[in-house]
């Protein structure tokens, strides 16, 4: 994708903004599945199946509720970290629950490797962690507040014409500003810090 973005922008005003900043959003997991030719003798596929496989499937879809374009579980996290992954620069974006599954999992942003990760980028971490920490502590004030600094380091400016809705820190401001209200409004003030992911 990158590659064909810096063609296209080569060639111009042939193509809009949009399609020269276009970018595919990419969701992984880890784990044992089921993979081969399934079905019938007379009709089959290769494929693959399990709870990991969907679990993968549901990190592409929810990326984009979370406003990023690589999300990863825990599990790949973990096991990335085993064959050198200080090199590659996460970050811990939330943990929900997925359409199908009742137990959360913490899922992340592949931001980079770490030689490529700008300085901005990495204090736009540092105070994303900041506020998801004070997020999971229910301190939806002290959380907005930080995630209004995250939000003017983000690498991905929220921006129409490229086709950027939004981000991390401008959702979880939306989402501090929601659950305060919700807060204020309700007797149930119940909540374990987890997301749901009601889409597939």
Known sequence: MQTLSEKWRGEGEKWPALVQGKRSRLGLNTGPAVIGNMGSRTRFSYTMMGDNVNLAA?????????????????????????YGGERIVFRLLDKI?????????AVFEIV??????????LQCLALYAQALEL??????DGAAQIF??????????????????????SIFIQRCRRL???????TDSQR???FELKDK
């Open 180 to 186: 305060k209200f919700m807060r204020q409004h309700s």
């Open 97 to 105: 629950i997925v359409k199908g599954r009742g137990q959360p999992v």
């Open 148 to 169: 209004e600094q995250s939000l003017v380091l983000e690498p991905n400016q929220v921006s129409p014409e490229r086709g950027i809705e939004n981000n991390p820190s």
């Open 192 to 194: 374990d810090g987890v």
């Open 58 to 82: 549901r990190m592409e879809s929810g990326a984009k509720a979370l406003g990023v374009y690589t999300m990863v579980t825990d599990a790949t996290k973990l096991a990335c970290e085993k």
């Open 112 to 121: 980079g490797l770490r030689e490529n990760v700008p300085p901005a980028t």
């Open 135 to 140: 997020y999971f502590r229910e301190d939806w």
